[in-house]
């Protein structure tokens, strides 16, 4: 099922009065049950592009469609409820609150939600701290905890209002083999149930985990075939 | 919502650093508010000390003797204030219980004028407004002791009405870059509730819930000390009628113009 759609995405900045072209001409769409993995070289765009379509950022020209709806002309509050309903963000360096405990941080995003009161936000903390398998160490702050440990914290954060989209910008890029596998098999089975999964990476031992890979190169994206 | 995002606030030790400048900055804002006031006062104590009541209610006196004059005929007359004259020292600042009285000499009656000023501090100012007028006026200066006590006074009042403002600006100054700071430090959690889906709105609330509670705890803290040093003043002041009214109010307004102008007055913006 198509989720996310980008229809003729350009995207300029005004740097000391000149014109950078960051991207151009994008034409891509995002599917359910995928796993996309946005490559480049540093630089080349790809934090722009998942900004954009976390409606962090905005295109200078061209559509994004987010369920089939346009949401280029959404105003601010509109795109706060979007991005609280259907997007999760996952960044490199984690983006905790330090100074709240992990079941703290995990509960954030619940309260902007009308659905849930006292208590069945509660149980849907406890619910997400299992899930990334974190239970005893739910009133650790994050410095108490490892990288890994801090990336699971975000991911259950990123999953709290059951987002289709998961957006995760090198989610492993701070991290070391054992917890880039675990953190990857979360993605996979997000993927497995259902969601839209796209990664940005500038690594290439990362690759593997992708079902669709798309490089970015000179303000262009193109699916990468090896 | 709102407790969460303010328990985790308290939570950083640097906000808690700022609490405690802002609660001695609010100490030093009040005591610069009232400082020529706390002058005045202890000056009144030393005066006590140096001179009786009979003599500190002479200090606050103010005579106009116009004299008398000798008309064509040879008679002398005595000069009296036109009602204009007697109006407008009735109604010049600090002036209370105006009287005109007689005096006869050698079969002349001499109009004199009396009247008070409510401080001894204040005559010097009424005695100069009158000259102004061309009301020639008279005064008991006191005893040499209390002259050069007065002099004293005025050159410590004159430069504590200096202090004053200074301390006053540098606080304001002072309270006004904390709560840049603060409004720094809350930045990327504010920016972070962002991409989560907080609206525009919300943020802001938890913007400003976090800096009202942090300026109420410095208030608070700073308001049992002011307490406690306005105790030691009052026992070694004697009385003080703080107008708590009007203290409120300037400090609420000095407040809340710092603020408005450290969330107006932007940094330059970061990006994520
Ligand atoms: N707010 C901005 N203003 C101007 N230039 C920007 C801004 N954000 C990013 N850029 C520029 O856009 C380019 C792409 O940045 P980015 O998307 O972060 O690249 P990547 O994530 O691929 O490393 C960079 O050259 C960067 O300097
Ligand atoms: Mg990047």
Redesign the interface.
């Known amino acids: 099922m198509e989720k996310v759609k980008i229809e003729k995405g350009y995207k300029e900045y005004i740097k000391y009065k000149e014109r950078i072209d960051i991207l151009e001409d994008i034409n891509v769409n995002f599917e359910t049950n995928k796993i996309y993995m946005i490559v480049g070289e540093s630089g080349a765009g790809k ?1 722009t592009l998942l ?1 954009i379509i ?1 409606t ?1 950022d905005s295109l200078t020209k061209g559509n994004l469609y987010i369920d089939g709806k346009d949401v280029t002309k959404l105003n ?2 509109e795109k ?6 259907k ?1 999760g ?1 996952i960044f490199q360096d984690f ?1 905790l ?4 405990t992990v079941e ?1 941080n995990i ?3 619940l ?2 939600n009308e659905k849930y009161n006292k208590t069945t936000r509660k149980q849907r903390t406890d619910k997400l701290i299992e899930m990334v398998n974190l239970t005893d160490r739910k009133k650790h702050f994050p410095r108490e905890l490892s990288g890994g440990e801090q990336q699971r914290v975000a991911i259950a ?1 990123a999953l709290a ?1 059951e987002p289709d989209i998961i957006l995760a910008d090198e989610p492993t890029g701070n991290l070391d083999k054992t917890n880039e596998i675990k953190i990857f098999e979360i993605l996979k089975s997000l993927r497995d149930n259902g969601k839209c999964v796209i990664v940005v990476t500038h690594s290439d031992r990362v690759k593997k985990y992708a079902d669709i890979i798309l490089k970015l190169e000179e303000g262009k994206l193109k699916i990468d075939e090896d | 919502m709102l407790k969460s995002q303010i328990k985790a606030m308290l939570r950083n030790k640097s906000n808690r650093k700022y609490i405690v400048i802002l609660f001695i900055m609010f100490i030093f804002l009040n005591i610069g508010i009232n400082l020529t006031y706390i002058i005045d006062r202890y000056y009144d104590i030393k005066l006590k000390e140096i001179a009786d009541d009979a003599t500190i209610d002479a200090l606050k006196e103010i005579r106009v003797s116009p004299g008398a004059g000798i008309d064509e005929d040879g008679i002398v007359h005595s000069l009296s204030l036109t009602n204009e004259q007697q109006e407008n020292i009735k109604k010049t600042k600090y002036v209370i219980d105006f009287k005109a009285e007689t005096w006869e000499f050698l079969g002349v009656t001499y109009n004199i004028y009396k009247f008070h000023v409510d401080d001894w501090k204040h005559v010097g100012y009424v005695k100069n407004v009158l000259d102004k007028q061309g009301i020639d006026t008279g005064v008991y200066g006191g005893s040499l002791n209390i002259q050069v006590f007065m002099e004293n006074f005025f050159k410590v009042r004159s430069f504590a009405n200096v202090i004053k403002y200074v301390i006053i600006i540098m606080t304001i100054l002072i309270i006004f870059i904390i709560y840049k700071n603060l409004i720094k430090n809350q930045e990327d959690d504010l920016k972070l509730l962002s991409v989560l889906g907080y609206k525009p709105r919300q943020i802001r609330k938890i913007k400003f819930a976090n800096l009202l509670t942090i300026t109420a705890i410095s208030w608070l803290i700073g308001i049992i000390v002011l307490v406690i040093l306005f105790n030691i003043f009052v026992t070694v002041l004697g009385k003080l009628e703080i107008n708590l009214l009007e203290d409120v109010t300037i400090n609420v307004i000095v407040y809340a113009i710092i603020l408005l102008l450290a969330t107006l007055i932007k940094n330059k913006k970061k990006s994520l």
Request: charged letters at 30%; hydrophobic letters at 35%; a neutral charge.
């Open positions: 934090t900004n976390g962090l601010e509050n706060a409820k979007l991005r609280m309903e997007i963000f983006y609150n330090k100074y709240m703290e509960m954030e995003p309260y902007i954060r209002n």
